[in-house]
């Protein structure tokens, strides 16, 4: 016979087997009738408009439910959202005893997504009906897409893990289109009104072509300021923002605030090479603000032919109209002319005018040299004004001042190589002047 003790313990045993045989028997239960219970829980959500359904559905004794092609619904009938693989780990407890509910999830896991976001008018999120599918490397065309399911956010995401990999996401407003290839992305709802993200992207087109994207940080889901993440955006190419035909990749980084639909950005752009006509710059760095669709550069720096330059500008993404002022100092003449007989530092001064509807560029300033030589024939300075728009490059005012004289030419330009003088002159004072061809 057993004492006291040992009877205890043993009834204690035993009730835990009994528990865990009933526990494990309701588990594998919960895990046969996966299907129906993810098909009840579907119909209960008021999250997702419409209907979300799978082809198929499994669970394990662990809380991870599975499923094949998750398809959303609009009202309509019209697809939202496609995922080929869903997995969400949910309360075991709950699921056992028939409690569960949107905070019974825990962790969701989502691959191979095709998901796109549109803004209506007010800047308000919304769902828009899925497209074909983009071929990467190639760019959106541009067509407005009419939005179908509206995204409200605030106080109504699960509690819990998010992951998904290898994902395509669109972003729309307006004609504006913005398309992600290969993502990843982490996310963890905080509270009702905040979530931690962090997005890694492989190339990327639309309104912007790269090579890789970087998201990390806090965004608040009520439309009301808080956002704080950081940005990089890696091989964009200037091209694709209508910036002419500069091909040379750009890197950008900064802080994005504001709102989701509303940022604001402040950060650093840098070019290793940034070719335009007739000049190349390296080591170009600035810093730019965003706002409202509008980029605004200050405080850019780079170095040209041995020189130093400092510009500002502005670019706008609804036009793709640009401007950039810079100045140069101390350029080695014989670098920009590329023959060494032609000696003298000058300061330049110069304005880009891009035109995103005609994509025209149109470029001018004016320039000042010190004294020098060019093919040992000796100057004191030389100064005129340049344009240059659609390859015809343009100088006027021109003036060579030497020991023998001041030379002058109105107009001389360069079409294609060509080179065409209007008219040279000796200028004996202000108001006499001969011509010498």
């Not at 006291?4 to 045993?13: E, H, I, T």
């Not at 605030?154 to 307006?174: F, N, P, Y």
């Not at 000696?343 to 304005?351: F, G």
């Amino acid at each position: 016979m057993f004492n006291k003790p040992y009877r205890f313990l043993a009834v204690v045993l035993s009730l835990c087997v009994v528990g865990a045989a009933g526990f494990y028997y309701m588990a594998n239960l919960a895990q046969r009738h996966a299907e129906e219970i993810f098909a009840r829980e579907m119909l209960k959500q008021q999250v997702l408009q419409g209907s979300v359904t799978a082809q198929k559905v499994d669970a394990d004794l662990y809380g991870n439910v599975y499923l094949e092609n998750l398809s959303w619904l609009d009202t309509k009938g019209e697809p939202v959202i496609f995922v080929p693989k869903v997995r969400f780990k949910v309360s075991l407890w709950d699921a056992v005893t028939g409690s569960f509910g949107k905070d019974s999830i825990k962790e969701l896991e989502l691959t191979g997504p095709r998901v796109m976001v549109a803004f209506n008018e007010k800047m308000q999120p919304e769902l828009a009906q899925l497209p074909p599918p983009p071929q990467k490397g190639q760019h959106p065309d541009g067509s407005e897409i009419k939005s179908k399911s509206k995204l409200n956010l605030a106080g109504k995401l699960l509690r819990m893990q998010m992951l998904i990999h290898d994902a395509e996401l669109l972003a729309v407003q307006k004609k504006r289109i913005f398309a992600l290839h290969d993502v990843d992305i982490q996310l963890a709802v905080l509270n009702d009104n905040e979530l931690q993200l962090k997005l890694v992207s492989g190339p990327f087109g639309g309104v912007m072509q790269g090579a890789g994207l970087r998201l990390e940080g806090k965004v608040r889901l009520d439309g009301k300021p808080g956002t704080d993440m950081h940005l990089a955006l890696e091989e964009v190419v200037p091209k694709s923002l209508g910036l002419g035909n500069i091909e040379d990749p750009v890197t950008i980084t900064g802080q994005v605030t504001g709102t989701p639909v509303d940022p604001l950005i402040d950060g650093v752009i840098s070019f290793e090479e940034l070719h335009l006509p007739a000049l190349l710059f390296n080591k170009v760095a600035g810093n730019f603000h965003y706002e409202n669709g509008m980029v605004t550069l200050s405080d850019v720096t780079a170095g040209l032919y041995g020189g130093n330059v400092d510009a500002s500008g502005w670019y706008n993404f609804d036009t793709r109209d640009y401007a950039v002022d810079a100045k140069g100092h101390e350029l080695i003449a014989s670098l920009a002319a590329r023959d060494p007989k032609v000696r003298c530092s000058v300061e330049l001064e110069l304005h880009m005018r891009g035109y995103g509807a005609t994509r025209d560029v149109h470029t001018y300033g004016k320039f000042t040299s010190g004294g020098g030589s060019i093919y040992l024939v000796p100057f004191h300075e030389i100064s005129g004004k340049f344009s240059n728009r659609k390859k015809h490059l343009q100088f006027r005012d021109v003036e060579v001042r030497t020991n023998f004289g001041t030379f002058v030419s109105d107009a001389f330009s360069i079409d294609n190589g060509k080179v065409h003088i209007d008219g040279l002159f000796m200028q004996e004072n202000k108001n006499h002047r001969y011509r010498l061809m």
